[in-house]
Antibody, heavy 120, light 106 residues
């Protein structure tokens, strides 16, 4: 059964770049039925969709992040990654990777999440 | 962006009770609404999509209803393991947006 696991530094300095990777195990991320995405949850806030990438490289991002987001995928490693530039304290929170089912635009499988702190 | 508003933000109930959580969209989303359950320290789990269709394996005490702008999640015969935060998400329009969550304490 497919599982997702986030990894990356839990502490990022303000104005620097946050880089997270999600590794899939027990299945492949090359299915055309899914995007592979990122969702975050700031303390005390609801969930916020960040963006998603498909195996063919097609990407769509939440416009609220403007040009700060970069998504990539390494199918040979069964991984996909998020880079968020120019982070501020508002970017702290719990970041999840998730499988985005194209039929329905819902998130049917999630990683356990990784806590990101923004501090100098 | 479509704003999703959940109420209440938190609720306390007893085993065996029935609880209803509401989710209102800022504009109509037909029935393209999902409900997720998030237990403490765990990832969200998809419960219902669209609006009233339970995902496989979800107990029948969970039910969803609504269309347009107003939706409800009802849990009948509450069990201790239902203690969690419940989130709604609209899948009508990009960017996909979530409610702020409803914390259910048993």
């Amino acid at each position: 059964q497919l599982q997702l696991q986030e990894s990356g530094p839990g502490l990022v300095k303000p104005s620097e770049t946050l880089s997270l990777t999600c590794t899939a195990s027990g299945g492949s991320i090359t299915s055309s039925s899914y995007y592979w995405g990122w969702i975050r949850q700031a303390p005390g806030n609801g969930l916020e969709w960040i963006g998603g990438i498909r195996y063919d490289g097609s990407i769509f991002n939440n416009p609220s992040f403007k040009s700060r987001i970069s998504l990539s995928m390494d199918t040979s490693k069964n991984q996909f990654s998020l880079r968020l530039t120019s982070v501020t304290a508002a970017d702290r929170g719990l970041y999840y990777c998730a499988r985005h089912l194209l039929v329905g635009d819902i998130f049917d499988l999630w990683g356990q999440g990784i806590v990101v702190t923004v501090s100098s | 962006d479509i704003q999703m508003t959940q109420s209440p933000s938190s609720v306390s109930a007893s085993v065996g009770d029935t609880v209803t959580i509401t989710c209102r969209a800022s504009e109509p989303i037909t029935n393209w609404l999902a409900w997720y359950q998030q237990k403490p320290g765990k990832a969200p789990k998809l419960l219902i999509y669209p609006a009233s269709t339970l995902r496989s394996g979800v107990p029948l005490r969970f039910s969803g209803s609504g269309s347009g702008r107003d939706f409800t999640l009802t849990i009948s015969g509450l069990q201790p393991e239902d203690s969690a935060t419940y989130h709604c998400q609209q899948a009508q329009t990009f960017p996909y947006t979530f409610g702020q969550g409803t914390k259910l304490e048993i």
